[in-house]
């Protein structure tokens, strides 16, 4: 089997379980994302999987073969962009692509040639120079991602690549993933940003508390056969609000008003078939509450994300 | 390879790191400097004040009394003065200048000249049985000595014949041979111990830098600890660490790169230490300069070896301050960096052996202020401090294996 498969991955530190039992498979040219709330256990998945981390069960295996971290042969098949900007502060953007370019066994023409286009495919070519220093928090992220990519892996592992870069620079760093699939190489992208997934990812993996909660095709995942009705409420009395349960989801909002939240399968593309939006608008009327708004929201992988992992604040 | 280029990318990361050279290079010349033109002076001046000031009367002016000036100038506790006639002498005395006056009078090279084997064999009943006056030589105490003038007439005419006596054996052929074997072998052994050629101590030297400058170069030396586990810190902190780990290094070459440059700017501050002890102190490097290189390298080595084995102990940065204050300080302490080892109570001295500090203390001690250091012990110095080095280096590349790799 080709790229990467992860089977029954475990991690436990003392009693507590925070990686429990994660399986999934990302195929050659494929951009798989991982989200999951803070702790949800991605940095020691993502930490497992490069081989920094010794998991307590399961298997990595990368073209078929146990990946063995020290093989330096088969290290050198991944790219890996960490959360943190690990570039030389005092080198200047040339030095430490010279510098990791020279560590993964690249020299003379081959070395020039590799950061020559990492330069420009990162748009740092005026600036390298320049040390980071002098950079902005997209320069450097961008330098942070073209390193992984000087020994042109077979996998590139992303965790949380666009943290507080400005759009411009996110399109860019998108765009080059894009292009990295296009090319073969195989992406695993962790992000708490959904719709950059959502933009690039081919397949998606929700974890939350070390657990696999669901993966498939984002069209999968989305269901677009279903829509979320939202209507717009003033305050309601609590016995309203335990009618209304397992029929909407009722959120308060700030300025005090209430959204009550009614998934609806859809008739035909934009038809709405009215079931329980039916019954929730005669409970309402029953009450006297009177009706501020109501409007559809087309189902987003944000939405999901937040019915599969609760609105539960996280450590 | 891959070692080297962390090598060098680690050298260029501390040269643009000013705080840090100044730390290594300009820090431990300043407080040398400091302490030296302090203590070191004040210690000179009360040395001087201990001193016995004799004034010499050179009437003869020939090339024996000039050789007897300065055998008198060589014995320690003298400040020897040379004064132009006996009237100066006699004023000298008079108001403290000088405590002793020695006085060699015009006929000296003649009454020496006179003298001959019987008289310096048996000096109660030739010639010399007279004293000093034989000699055409006059000794004055001044108040002070006036007790002990007897000693001091005694003390001058031994040193007197130790500067004749050869002259005058020299006039007698049989002795003569003889004698000029015994300096030949003499000199023989003196070349077959390496002497060839050596500078010996320079006796002006200060002996205030010459211990100053050595302990303070051990306790920078280990300065080195809290830059070296920073790095490391710094390495994981920035993530840096990780992309090493996923490069094609193996965790040996990637510690060795780590490790490298700090042994190199060890090296370069000791020796430049050194060198301004020279040029801006006067120190001298001993009768035999050259080993104080493996005594360098050996210092720098352990120092590098303890900072590795710190590095891969401590995870932050106070952590890191905690622990190196103890190594610099605290060790530097036991081993007799602050004052001379010799000051130290004998149990101390015995402890202090526990560091490497006291290691290249000793070892230094031994070059810088002997003429004839033992170099059996010189090696054995090094031999610890490489040992101190190698067996932290080998736990720490245990620990960072374990801790930063799976196993």
């Known amino acids: 089997m080709t790229g990467l498969d992860i089977s029954h991955l475990q991690k436990r530190y003392g009693d507590q379980t925070v990686v429990d039992d994660l399986s999934f498979h990302v195929n050659k040219g494929e951009i798989f994302g991982l989200i999951g709330p803070n702790g949800a256990g991605k940095s020691t998945s993502i930490m497992m999987i490069i081989g920094l981390l010794q998991p307590d069960g399961g298997s990595i295996s990368f073209d078929g073969q146990l990946y063995n971290p020290r093989n330096a042969e088969m290290r050198s098949r991944f790219g890996i962009v960490p959360q943190e900007l690990a570039i030389y502060p005092q080198l200047s953007a040339i030095q430490n692509l010279l510098l990791f370019g020279k560590l993964n066994g690249l020299g003379g023409r081959r070395l020039r040639e590799r950061v020559d286009y990492v330069l420009e495919i990162t748009g740092l070519g005026r600036n390298a120079d320049q040390t980071p220093q002098t950079f902005s928090g997209g320069m450097s992220r961008r330098l942070n991602f073209g390193i992984a990519l000087l020994h042109e892996p077979a996998f590139v592992v992303l965790d949380e690549p666009t943290v507080g870069i400005d759009p411009q620079s996110r399109t860019n760093l998108l765009d080059a993933v894009r292009d990295l699939s296009t090319k073969g190489v195989g992406v695993l992208y962790a992000s708490h940003y959904m719709e950059e997934v959502e933009a690039i990812c081919h397949r998606v993996a929700i974890i939350d508390r070390g657990r696999l909660l669901k993966q498939g095709t984002i069209d999968d995942l989305l269901d677009r056969t279903q829509t979320d009705i939202c209507v717009m409420v003033a305050k309601l009395p609590i016995e309203l609000i335990q009618r209304l349960h397992g029929l909407a989801d009722v959120q308060s909002d700030h300025d005090g008003n209430t959204t009550l939240l009614i998934r609806e399968r859809l008739a035909t593309e934009k038809e709405v078939r009215p079931g329980r939006l039916r019954v929730v608008l005669e409970l309402l009327e029953q009450a006297g509450v009177p009706m501020l708004a109501i409007k559809s929201r087309e189902t987003s992988l944000e939405s999901l994300f937040m019915n599969l992992t609760g609105r539960t604040l996280r450590d | ?407």
Not at chain 2, 247 to 272: D, H, M, N
Not at chain 2, 324 to 347: D, Q
């Open chain 2, 1 to 407: 390879m891959g070692a080297w280029q962390i090598t060098v990318k680690d050298l260029r990361v501390i040269l643009k790191d000013k705080g840090a050279l100044f730390t290594l290079l300009a820090l431990p010349v300043v407080v040398i400097a400091i302490l030296g033109m302090s203590t070191g002076q004040m210690l000179t001046a009360e040395e001087e004040t201990k001193l016995v000031k004799v004034g010499v009367v050179d009437e003869d002016q020939g090339e024996l009394s000039e050789h007897v000036f300065r055998d008198l100038s060589s014995i320690g506790g003298l400040k020897v003065e040379k004064i132009g006639d006996r009237d100066e002498a006699k004023l000298q005395l008079q108001n403290g200048q000088s405590s002793i006056v020695v006085i060699l009078g015009k006929d000296f090279h003649n009454r020496i000249n006179d003298l001959d084997l019987a008289d310096v064999f048996d000096a109660d009943h030739g010639k010399l049985a007279q004293g000093l006056s034989a000699l055409d030589m006059h000794v004055e105490s001044g108040a002070e000595f006036a007790s002990v003038a007897e000693l001091i007439q005694y003390v001058v005419l031994s040193a007197v014949l130790k500067v004749v006596a050869p002259e005058v054996i020299k006039r007698n052929p049989l002795f003569s041979r003889m004698m000029n074997r015994m300096i030949q072998r003499h000199a023989d052994e003196l070349r077959s111990v390496g002497g060839s050629g050596s500078q010996p101590v320079k006796p002006g030297s200060s002996i205030i830098f010459q211990t100053l400058i050595p302990a303070f170069l051990v306790m920078f030396a280990f300065f080195l600890v809290n830059i070296m586990s920073n790095s490391f810190i710094s390495e994981r902190k920035l993530g840096t660490l990780r992309r090493l780990q996923m490069s094609r290094l193996s965790p040996v070459q990637l510690l060795w790169g780590k490790t490298l440059p700090f042994l190199i700017v060890s090296i370069v501050q000791c020796l430049l230490l050194f060198l301004a002890g020279k040029l801006m102190f006067g120190m001298s490097w001993g009768t035999y300069p050259w080993m104080l290189l493996p005594v360098v390298v050996t210092t720098s080595v352990s120092a590098t070896g303890m900072g590795l084995l710190l590095a891969t102990i401590v995870r932050t940065e106070s952590q890191v301050a905690s622990y190196s204050t103890f190594l610099v300080v605290v060790l530097a302490g036991i081993s007799g960096c602050y004052m001379p080892r010799a000051w130290l109570p004998e149990l101390m001295q015995k402890v202090s052996l526990v560091t490497p500090h006291a290691w290249a203390l000793i070892a230094y001690q031994e070059l810088l202020t002997r003429d004839h250091p033992q170099m059996q012990l010189v090696c054995e110095c090094c031999g610890v401090l490489m040992t101190i080095g190698s067996v932290c280096f080998a736990i720490g590349a245990w620990r960072f294996r374990k801790s930063e790799y799976p196993s």
